[in-house]
């Protein structure tokens, strides 16, 4: 994702201009390509935390509104994590007022394996095969239920299963975005463990190449001006390609992505899965 640091207006980029690096070594940049027009298909799961408050259906309405003003070449998914698991809702569609239609309020219950990374890390492996852009929606408080930290020290220690999703979603390729929404029970008032929910969903974000949004601890007034920062996210996405010289074994490799124009904010995930020698 490219964009204008600070809201400034963004130059044009060639491939000439961009600079990819897997540690100190530079590799050689062979594609760059706006994600826009036939480039520009996408899958996009919107995902809600069956954890979270019933004060969020408030906000459901700005969600379906987003989900109406999808290009024709986006594909929307519909579905709600309890019990390490997604519940699907709503199969990928460009049926954009049927996967409005499959949001509803959640159950305010985590189930018995409250965990929104192993509920993620679950989709992922049943992504169906597409060729676009694979980007995941997380509403939710990114607490995880099931591991029990909540001590003020566990609270504040990643879950296990959070470097399990990032892995897997960058070795899949997926951008994941999370919206924070306050989560119920008495835990959702600890200030510890909802800071704890919120650090895991900003790294899970920043390391897929995706980005978090919240204010504070309580849901917004609105998702609409979170919505808006999304879709100028989606609507400046670029594919790049770049060599790298396999292993014995298919495995995921850092890998930094630069510029050295100025005026550029580019983020993108940590890691690409390079596949084993031939």
């Known amino acids: ?47 809600i935390d069956e954890a979270s408050d019933t004060s969020l259906g408030g ?6 509104a987003f989900i109406q003003a999808q290009p024709g070449t986006t594909l929307v998914g519909v579905g709600y994590m309890s019990n390490a698991t997604v519940r699907i809702a709503q199969d990928l569609t460009n049926d954009h007022g049927k996967a409005a239609q499959a949001l509803r309020l959640p159950l305010g219950n985590p189930g018995a394996y409250g965990s929104p990374y192993l509920s993620l890390a679950d989709l992922v492996k049943r992504w169906p095969d597409d060729t676009g852009r694979r980007q995941v929606l997380l509403i939710t408080d990114g607490v995880d239920r099931f591991r029990g930290h909540y001590t003020r020290l566990s609270a504040l220690s990643p879950s ?6 990032s892995s897997v979603c960058q070795q899949a390729g997926i951008v994941v975005h999370s919206i924070y929404a306050r989560g119920t029970g008495r835990r959702s008032r ?20 995706g980005e978090v949004f919240f204010l504070g ?22 594919w790049l390609g770049f060599e ?15 510029t050295e124009i100025s005026g550029i904010d580019i983020s993108s995930a940590n890691g690409v899965y390079v596949p084993a020698a031939r």
């Not at 600890?190 to 190449?209: C, D, F, K, M, S």
């Open 1 to 47: 994702t490219v964009q204008g640091s600070h809201g400034k207006r963004m130059p044009d980029l060639k491939r000439e201009d961009i600079i990819a690096k897997q540690g100190n070594e530079r590799v050689v940049v062979t594609q760059w390509t706006p994600a826009t027009g036939e480039n520009g298909g996408t899958a996009l799961y919107i995902l």
């Open 59 to 64: 906000l459901l309405d700005d969600v379906r």
């Open 160 to 165: 296990p299963d959070l470097d399990t999703a």
């Open 190 to 209: 600890n200030i510890w463990i909802v800071t704890g929910g919120q650090n895991g969903i900003g790294r899970l974000a920043g390391e897929t190449g």
């Open 217 to 238: 601890y309580e849901n917004p007034p609105s998702f609409k001006g979170y919505l808006d920062q999304l879709q100028a996210i989606l609507d400046n996405q670029y």
């Open 244 to 258: 790298m010289k396999p292993g014995k074994k298919g495995e995921l490799r850092s890998v930094e992505i630069d």
